[in-house]
């Protein structure tokens, strides 16, 4: 199954996130990366190195961020996973999660999670 | 310009430098970013500062790029992975060295551009620390086809570098936290570009 990852400078946040996930889709690999070390708002380059290799298995992870020094951190934190299938996917946090958890849950691929991500941030709420 | 040691040295003052603009560099983020640019540099280069002891006799590549790594571990925000990305890519244009002239300076200088604006996506006049390094950039290549000795080198590219720093005060940010505040901004010193400032200065006062 493809692992996800939920990289947010809140860790309640990116909890949040991961939990509002499990209604719809219980059985998901889906884990957060939110913080830093100590609690406080920001970005861990090894919180999310670790989140990365805690799902990760030969399908792939996925990673879903918010915005800035989540994007960047987690950009070089799969730099330095060279040989690994590991992919930021850029999309609504909330609404891709739920997409992509559904979706990795229902034993859909890399690929094939990531075409449908693509199309969450044009799909409009009314 | 400067050996290995002499390295170790001036990233000793910009740790020291960054403790003490901490309180300062927050306050600039402030209004137009997420109020933390100095606690983040100072959490960093405080961990940066604690590994010198362990680089004595290293490489200038080797310290530079240990630098890097350490800044994208500990920084926890924006300026550990473009901060991070300039040192550890100095890093490898430095690799095997144990003395740097005031030419390889400016091949660091220039791979740390590079690096920032790779990371980061951004290029000039977007209020960001791109700001202030490709302007003191310009001005030490210009110095050293000059013929000016590396002291005053430094000292236009410090001269440039606080220029093109209080200059972002006139650009609205189209990068980063500030591009939320969108012109709002306008006014507001951007606080990489001035951390950038203090650094260089910290490297010209080290080495002059």
């Known amino acids: ?27 998901a690999q889906i884990v957060s990366a939110g ?43 799969i ?26 849950a229902a034993g859909m691929d890399f690929e094939a999670i990531k075409a449908d991500l693509s199309k969450v941030g044009g799909t409009r709420k009314f | 310009m400067a050996d290995s040691k002499k390295v170790l040295k001036i990233i000793q003052a910009i740790s020291l430098k960054m403790e003490e603009q901490k309180d300062y560099l927050t306050e ?41 790594m350490t800044l994208v571990s500990t920084v926890g925000g924006a300026s550990g992975p473009l901060y991070g ?4 890519k100095a890093g490898q244009a430095m690799a095997g060295k144990e003395d740097a002239d005031i030419t390889d300076f400016l091949t660091i200088i220039k791979t740390a551009i590079e690096a920032v604006e790779l990371r ?8 960001t620390m791109l700001d202030a390094m490709v302007p003191s950039y310009q001005a030490m290549e210009q110095a050293v086809k000059e013929g000016k000795a590396a002291e005053e080198v430094l000292n236009a590219g410090v001269k440039a570098a ?20 969108g012109e709002r901004g306008l006014g507001h ?16 006062k080290v080495t002059g």
Not at chain 1, 1 to 27: F, P, R, Y
Not at chain 2, 191 to 202: D, N
Request: glycine share 10%.
């Open chain 2, 162 to 181: 606080w220029s093109g720093a209080e200059h972002t005060k006139d650009l609205i940010a189209t990068k980063g936290r500030a591009s939320y505040v």
């Open chain 2, 120 to 127: 980061g996506k951004a290029v000039v006049e977007e209020a």
């Open chain 1, 1 to 27: 199954m493809v692992g996800l990852v939920i990289v947010s400078h809140s860790d309640s946040l990116a909890k949040s996130v991961v939990e509002l996930t499990k209604i719809m889709a219980s059985n």
């Open chain 2, 85 to 88: 990305s300039a040192f550890m």
């Open chain 1, 35 to 77: 913080g830093l070390e100590d609690g406080s708002f920001g970005t861990s380059f090894e919180k999310i190195k670790a989140a990365i290799e805690s799902v990760y298995t030969d399908d792939g992870v996925l990673v879903l961020m918010d915005m800035g020094s989540a994007v960047m951190t987690t950009e070089m934190v």
């Open chain 2, 28 to 68: 600039l983020d402030q209004p137009i970013g997420d109020s933390d640019h100095g606690i983040n540099l100072g959490r960093g280069f405080a961990a940066v500062n604690e590994k010198l002891s362990g680089l004595e006799g290293k490489d200038i590549g080797t310290i530079l790029k240990t630098v890097g």
């Open chain 1, 79 to 104: 730099e330095m996973l060279e040989d690994k299938k590991v992919e930021m996917v850029d999309c609504p946090l909330v609404e891709g999660a739920v997409v992509a958890s559904i979706d990795a």
């Open chain 2, 189 to 204: 010193q951007d606080p990489g570009a001035t951390s950038y400032s203090f650094m260089l200065e910290e490297i010209s």
